[in-house]
């Protein structure tokens, strides 16, 4: 007998079986046992989160002679013919090989007659972003106006490609990525029911793999599983065949970097690369682990924000003692842009061992963060006793160490004299207020939010308006979310009985963000004349 895959064997049979889109499930039941079933519905999100299974479930349901609480019940003729694909009242599309606009015709004309037995025609379109522009058009008048015993089902990876005349028509839900706590206790589940011993840890493992997806979370375990078969399946197994690094040597790795120990670093590439380890995985995992160690050194009750054990975190708080935020910061986005070039990149190997020796060497880059990090490592330096190069002919009052890297000119720089800009009295009192308070502020934000408000300048931005100038690009694409923006609105209002609107932008290469603000009254008691305002 052959053997089916578990993401086939376990595919949900019943609403309740599927995990992590609770609030998409109790949505379709109840329009069932309503009765308000609508005709088209169009199901979004990324792979694996089970936009198919619900809409195989929803097709059953609807058609089932004796529905159970909202879900089918299996065992009436209608389930069991649906279940086998036996039945014509469900159609299956595959709309990346049938995205013509004969395709469409065709349901078109089928469309026409009811269907011989049971309640409802289903039409799933799977991956329907890939249809035509004429299939799509095709598809409008059907979509509109179907026969009241036809119901649409279009589901999608990527609803940006849809057009909004198809989006308005239909009734649209977002399956979500689920956690990984959702897809440790499922893979529980089914491996007690398969009687398979696995680890806890190496479940978790899998599951955090699978990025937010049941049905990779299930081809991983199935991999690992036949890998290791008649044994139990440990964390190292897992390791060892999904090319994963263990935790202990990031640890090894990070604290080579953080002591500049650039051949170390080499050498421990080298180690993973003979063992076979997937690099573009462990440059991954090395992001989330830095990311840990950043929100150890920046967030309160940050503990509640890492899925790990204690041991686990109190081993993580001695490593983020080895370097500073800004550090943390710097290494996060060389290793995400390192990230991104990995994936068509022939040569992988070798950009991670630049990657190394930029971290490692921080004069080589001119940003701040590297900057600080060079100062950083100068303080820690002095403090053990290393002395540092003196700059030839330093005189009195200028720097009398500096970094390899540093520009002998850098502290011969002037800064220019701020400009003076008037604001009416209203504007400058809003302004003054939330530039004073700033601080608190951002304090009070949400811990996932704060970090990113580091380093921002508030600027008048018109009557009730202010603008947030951010100094990273990272930083901003997080600040300037609206979410974010409208909590900050809600609280500035809540706290100081304040209306302010608050908008954001990122700081243009060059530009001054000293500019000093006065309002009409004290530009006129400075200079000691009349002033003209013209409209």
């Given at each position: 007998?052959?053997?089916?895959?578990?993401?086939?064997r376990?595919r949900?049979?019943?609403?309740?079986?599927?995990?992590?889109q609770?609030?998409?499930?109790t949505?379709?039941?109840?329009?069932?046992?309503?009765?308000?079933?609508?005709?088209?519905?169009?199901?979004?999100?990324?792979?694996g989160?089970?936009?198919?299974?619900?809409?195989?479930?929803?097709?059953?349901?609807?058609?089932?002679?004796?529905?159970?609480?909202?879900?089918p019940?299996?065992?009436?003729?209608?389930?069991?013919?649906?279940?086998?694909?036996?039945?014509?009242?469900v159609?299956?599309?595959?709309?990346?090989?049938?995205?013509?606009?004969?395709?469409?015709?065709?349901?078109?004309?089928?469309?026409?007659?009811?269907?011989?037995?049971?309640?409802?025609?289903?039409?799933?379109?799977?991956?329907?972003?890939?249809?035509?522009?004429?299939?799509?058009?095709?598809?409008?008048?059907?979509?509109?106006?179907?026969?009241?015993?036809?119901?649409?089902?279009l589901?999608?990876?990527?609803?940006?490609?849809?057009?909004?005349?198809?989006?308005?028509?239909?009734?649209?839900?977002?399956?979500?990525?689920?956690?990984?706590?959702?897809?440790?206790?499922?893979l529980?589940?089914?491996?007690?029911?398969?009687?398979?011993?696995?680890?806890?840890?190496?479940?978790?493992?899998?599951?955090?793999?699978?990025d937010?997806?049941?049905?990779?979370a299930?081809?991983?375990?199935?991999?690992?599983?036949?890998?290791?078969?008649?044994?139990?399946?440990?964390?190292?197994?897992v390791?060892?065949?999904?090319?994963?690094?263990?935790?202990?040597?990031?640890?090894?790795?990070?604290?080579?970097?953080?002591?500049?120990?650039?051949?170390?670093c080499?050498?421990?590439?080298?180690?993973?690369?003979?063992?076979?380890?997937?690099?573009?995985?462990?440059?991954?995992?090395?992001?989330?682990?830095?990311?840990?160690?950043?929100?150890?050194?920046?967030?309160?009750?940050?503990?509640?924000?890492?899925?790990?054990?204690?041991?686990?975190?109190?081993?993580?708080?001695?490593?983020?003692?080895?370097?500073?935020?800004?550090?943390?910061?710097?290494?996060?986005?060389?290793?995400?842009?390192?990230?991104?070039?990995?994936?068509?990149?022939?040569?992988?190997?070798?950009?991670i061992?630049?990657?190394?020796?930029?971290?490692?060497?921080?004069?080589?880059?001119?940003?701040?963060?590297?900057?600080?990090?060079?100062?950083?490592?100068?303080?820690?330096?002095?403090?053990?006793?290393?002395?540092?190069r003196?700059?030839?002919?330093?005189?009195?009052?200028?720097?009398?160490?500096?970094?390899?890297?540093?520009?002998?000119?850098?502290?011969?720089?002037?800064t220019?004299?701020?400009?003076?800009?008037?604001?009416?009295?209203?504007?400058?009192?809003?302004?003054?207020?939330?530039?004073?308070?700033?601080?608190?502020?951002?304090?009070?934000?949400?811990?996932?939010?704060?970090?990113?408000?580091?380093?921002?300048?508030?600027?008048?931005?018109?009557?009730?308006?202010?603008?947030i100038?951010?100094?990273?690009?990272?930083?901003?694409?997080?600040?300037?979310?609206?979410?974010?923006?409208?909590d900050?609105?809600?609280?500035?209002?809540?706290?100081?009985?304040?209306?302010?609107?608050?908008?954001?932008?990122?700081?243009?290469?060059?530009?001054?963000?000293?500019?000093r603000?006065?309002?009409?009254?004290?530009?006129?008691?400075?200079?000691?004349?009349?002033?003209?305002i013209?409209?």
């Amino acid at each position: 007998m052959s053997y089916t895959a578990l993401y086939r064997r376990w595919r949900p049979q019943i609403f309740e079986d599927v995990k992590g889109q609770e609030h998409i499930v109790t949505t379709l039941r109840n329009q069932i046992l309503s009765g308000r079933i609508g005709h088209a519905y169009l199901f979004c999100g990324t792979r694996g989160t089970g936009k198919t299974s619900v809409a195989k479930i929803f097709a059953r349901a609807v058609n089932c002679e004796h529905p159970v609480d909202g879900s089918p019940c299996g065992k009436c003729s209608g389930c069991q013919q649906i279940a086998a694909g036996n039945s014509l009242n469900v159609v299956e599309i595959d709309a990346a090989s049938n995205n013509g606009v004969e395709n469409i015709r065709e349901i078109r004309e089928q469309v026409q007659y009811p269907p011989t037995e049971g309640r409802y025609r289903v039409y799933i379109i799977d991956e329907v972003h890939m249809l035509s522009v004429g299939a799509f058009n095709a598809l409008l008048k059907t979509l509109e106006e179907p026969p009241s015993y036809v119901i649409f089902i279009l589901a999608t990876t990527e609803v940006h490609k849809i057009p909004i005349t198809v989006l308005s028509r239909c009734q649209r839900y977002d399956f979500r990525r689920i956690t990984v706590e959702v897809i440790a206790g499922r893979l529980k589940e089914l491996t007690d029911e398969e009687h398979m011993p696995v680890e806890e840890k190496a479940l978790r493992y899998v599951a955090k793999a699978a990025d937010g997806s049941m049905r990779d979370a299930l081809s991983l375990l199935d991999q690992c599983a036949a890998f290791h078969f008649g044994e139990p399946l440990t964390y190292e197994h897992v390791l060892d065949v999904l090319g994963a690094v263990d935790h202990r040597v990031f640890r090894e790795l990070f604290a080579a970097l953080s002591e500049g120990r650039t051949r170390d670093c080499i050498l421990k590439l080298e180690e993973m690369v003979v063992q076979g380890r997937e690099l573009g995985q462990f440059i991954t995992d090395f992001i989330w682990y830095f990311r840990n160690l950043l929100l150890l050194k920046t967030a309160e009750d940050a503990e509640d924000l890492l899925d790990m054990s204690e041991e686990n975190i109190n081993l993580l708080r001695e490593d983020a003692a080895l370097a500073s935020e800004y550090t943390l910061t710097r290494y996060i986005r060389i290793f995400s842009d390192l990230s991104n070039q990995l994936r068509y990149a022939s040569q992988k190997r070798v950009l991670i061992e630049i990657a190394f020796i930029k971290l490692t060497k921080p004069e080589m880059e001119q940003s701040l963060d590297s900057v600080l990090e060079r100062l950083d490592r100068m303080e820690r330096q002095l403090g053990e006793g290393v002395p540092q190069r003196l700059i030839p002919g330093a005189q009195s009052g200028e720097p009398a160490v500096r970094d390899a890297g540093q520009s002998a000119n850098a502290g011969s720089e002037i800064t220019p004299e701020p400009q003076t800009v008037t604001l009416p009295k209203a504007q400058l009192a809003d302004l003054n207020l939330i530039r004073n308070e700033w601080g608190k502020i951002v304090r009070e934000l949400g811990m996932s939010a704060r970090p990113s408000f580091r380093e921002t300048v508030v600027e008048p931005a018109g009557e009730g308006c202010l603008c947030i100038v951010f100094q990273d690009s990272m930083n901003y694409s997080i600040g300037s979310r609206p979410s974010v923006l409208g909590d900050l609105e809600r609280y500035v209002e809540q706290v100081y009985q304040k209306e302010i609107y608050f908008k954001a932008r990122l700081r243009e290469s060059g530009e001054r963000l000293n500019t000093r603000y006065i309002s009409d009254e004290e530009l006129k008691e400075n200079i000691h004349m009349d002033i003209m305002i013209e409209d």
